[in-house]
């Protein structure tokens, strides 16, 4: 069940040493640049929030919905984002342009018309990932894992993606212009 909790109170609850807000309901909260690296979300509410300029290394949003939310240009350097709803259907996809998310984890991640321009997704484990409609002009997939990916109508115009393992990945109607021409569908 999810828990509501203000700002104020998980920013006191952080500073006291607190890093679990497992199951907490901060839909539509304003983060914006705060440090809660290594904080536990899991299960969170978070649709809507603005976590942009933010640091959250190796904070755990598995499960998490951010649907919606504003992450751009924040440092998610190791963070857990498995199984988290970043997507959109309804509500447009995530916003994490220019975000850090070198070595995150986004196993089965939803990210349907989410944009990450400049992202870094340098060694990013993105194995069964559903980036349909997503936008990665200009990111970073340097040995990024793409394994069964779904990259159904994305762009990837300037994309770096040497070294990116994309066995099984569905790239129908990707836009691949600027990238080594071997990989166009």
Do not use: C, H, W
């Not at 200009?138 to 779904?150: I, V």
């Not at 070294?163 to 569908?185: H, I, Q, R, V, Y």
């Amino acid at each position: 069940m999810v828990q509501p909790i203000d700002v104020q109170q998980l920013q006191q609850r952080y500073e006291s040493g607190d890093r679990d807000f497992s199951n907490v309901d901060l839909a539509e909260a304003d983060l914006s640049g705060v440090n809660l690296s290594n904080a536990v979300f899991a299960g969170a509410n978070l649709e809507g929030a603005s976590l942009r300029n933010a640091t959250l290394i190796n904070a755990d949003f598995s499960s998490t919905d951010l649907s919606g939310a504003d992450l751009a240009g924040a440092d998610l350097t190791g963070a857990n984002l498995s199984n988290a709803m970043l997507g959109g259907t309804i509500l447009e996809g995530a916003l994490l342009d220019r975000a850090d998310l070198s070595n995150a984890d986004l196993e089965v991640a939803n990210l349907i018309q989410a944009t990450l321009t400049q992202a870094d997704l340098n060694q990013a484990i993105l194995s069964g990932a559903n980036l349909e409609a997503a936008d990665l002009s200009e990111a970073d997939l340097a040995n990024a894992e793409l394994e069964q990916a779904n990259l159904t109508d994305a762009s990837l115009e300037n994309a770096n993606l040497s070294g990116a393992d994309l066995k099984d990945t569905t790239l129908k109607g990707t836009m691949l212009e600027g990238d080594d021409p071997s990989l166009a569908t």
